[in-house]
């Protein structure tokens, strides 16, 4: 029962990663250039740090997708693996997703930190948020991510003769990137940071109603606030499931039973293609949760995409009733 159970549930993740992997990469495609083109666009986004941290994630999201989430598709989806076909391919897309990976993570790290100082009632903690430390911070995490991606550049290759296959050549690294590096620094890490940063910053939002605040940076701050709490949650919601799994391995690394190791590939698939959820749906979740960014959104692409100009502004505030 169990031999014909296992081949139907290779059959149908295959399906799965296919049919969803490609709406994600669609979806991603459409989605995270428009977030650029609205924060890019409006001069309320350029000036605020929080939204330039947005920014880079979009863009960084773009090539992720294409690199990471392609390539996973064309494996779990078509048994096509490029890594074993071609050594320098073995060796970059390990190195490029987790840079990709780790950077826009940072990032969203960054944003939700930002609203925090943003909306705290020290001015010490308000003057951190500006653009020129932004993007100081963002090129020097990047840089840090790309020193250490040269360590995948280095192990990842080529092993075996029949078949191919492209792993990590030493035991060391091997157990560091398994224990360590992939579930808690990639994984564990960036999700604490996010999740604390965001209640506090969701507490400071709580009561910023009876400060003194000008009405404009009150809503802007309401509106990235909301924005990033929600973006935090679905984060959290992608992202475990892929992290559950890499512990699973962690902790039982080889498991001799042909049929679990091929349950435990097809549980791979899906929870990767789940973790591309955290890559796609910035425009969709914005859109979902600001009434404002809707209004941006349909501003932005008719006066720029269709050359149409609507009556009134986009980051224009009503009156409180």
Same mark, same amino acid.
């Given at each position: 029962?169990?031999?014909?159970?296992? =081949?139907?549930?290779?059959?149908?993740?295959?399906?799965?990663?296919?049919?969803?992997?490609?709406?994600?990469?669609?979806?991603?495609?459409?989605?995270? =250039?428009?977030?650029?083109?609205?924060?890019?666009?409006?001069?309320?986004?350029?000036?605020?740090?929080?939204?330039?941290?947005?920014?880079?994630?979009?863009?960084? +999201?773009?090539?992720?997708?294409?690199?990471?989430?392609?390539?996973?598709?064309?494996?779990?989806?078509?048994?096509?693996?490029?890594?074993?076909?071609?050594?320098?391919?073995?060796?970059?897309? =390990?190195?490029?997703?987790?840079?990709?990976?780790?950077?826009?993570?940072?990032?969203?790290?960054?944003?939700?930190?930002?609203?925090?100082?943003?909306?705290?009632?020290?001015?010490?903690?308000?003057?951190?948020?500006?653009?020129?430390?932004?993007?100081?911070?963002?090129?020097?995490?990047?840089?840090?991510?790309?020193?250490?991606?040269?360590?995948?550049?280095?192990?990842?290759?080529?092993?075996?003769?029949?078949?191919?296959?492209?792993?990590?050549?030493?035991?060391?690294?091997?157990?560091?990137?398994?224990?360590?590096?992939? =579930?808690?620094?990639?994984?564990?890490?960036?999700?604490?940071?996010?999740?604390?940063?965001?209640?506090?910053?969701?507490? +400071?939002?709580?009561?910023?109603?009876? !400060?003194?605040?000008?009405?404009?940076?009150?809503?802007?701050?309401?509106?990235?606030?909301?924005?990033?709490?929600?973006?935090?949650?679905?984060?959290?919601?992608?992202?475990?499931?892929?992290?559950?799994?890499?512990?699973?391995?962690?902790?039982?690394?080889?498991?001799? +039973?042909?049929?679990?190791?091929?349950?435990?590939?097809?549980?791979?698939?899906?929870?990767?293609?789940?973790?591309?959820?955290?890559?796609?749906?910035?425009?969709?979740?914005?859109?979902?949760?600001?009434?404002?960014? !809707?209004?941006?959104?349909?501003?932005?692409?008719?006066?720029?995409?269709?050359? !149409?100009?609507?009556?009134?502004?986009? +980051?224009?505030?009503?009156?409180?009733?």
């Amino acid at each position: 029962m169990l031999n014909t159970t296992v =081949p139907s549930l290779t059959s149908a993740s295959q399906q799965v990663v296919i049919s969803l992997g490609f709406c994600l990469l669609v979806a991603g495609s459409i989605g995270n =250039p428009l977030t650029l083109i609205v924060f890019l666009s409006l001069q309320t986004f350029r000036q605020s740090s929080c939204a330039f941290y947005l920014t880079v994630m979009s863009f960084i +999201n773009i090539f992720h997708l294409f690199t990471g989430l392609f390539t996973h598709i064309m494996i779990y989806g078509f048994n096509i693996n490029w890594l074993n076909m071609s050594v320098v391919y073995c060796k970059f897309r =390990p190195f490029y997703v987790q840079l990709c990976a780790m950077s826009s993570s940072s990032c969203m790290c960054l944003a939700t930190i930002d609203q925090f100082l943003a909306t705290c009632s020290s001015p010490r903690c308000q003057q951190l948020c500006n653009i020129k430390l932004a993007r100081r911070l963002v090129i020097g995490l990047i840089i840090i991510w790309f020193g250490c991606g040269i360590s995948f550049l280095i192990y990842y290759d080529h092993m075996g003769s029949d078949p191919v296959v492209c792993d990590i050549t030493n035991r060391a690294f091997k157990k560091f990137n398994g224990v360590f590096y992939s =579930p808690f620094v990639m994984s564990i890490l960036p999700m604490m940071i996010m999740i604390l940063f965001a209640i506090l910053a969701y507490r +400071n939002i709580q009561q910023i109603a009876y !400060r003194t605040v000008p009405l404009v940076r009150r809503e802007l701050d309401k509106q990235l606030t909301t924005m990033v709490l929600v973006h935090v949650i679905y984060a959290a919601i992608s992202v475990t499931p892929g992290a559950i799994f890499n512990l699973f391995k962690t902790f039982y690394p080889s498991i001799d +039973n042909q049929n679990i190791t091929e349950q435990l590939r097809c549980a791979k698939s899906l929870t990767t293609t789940v973790y591309y959820f955290n890559h796609m749906g910035s425009l969709y979740i914005y859109v979902c949760v600001s009434k404002r960014f !809707r209004q941006q959104l349909l501003y932005v692409l008719s006066t720029i995409c269709f050359k !149409r100009y609507p009556p009134g502004n986009p +980051n224009q505030i009503k009156p409180e009733t």
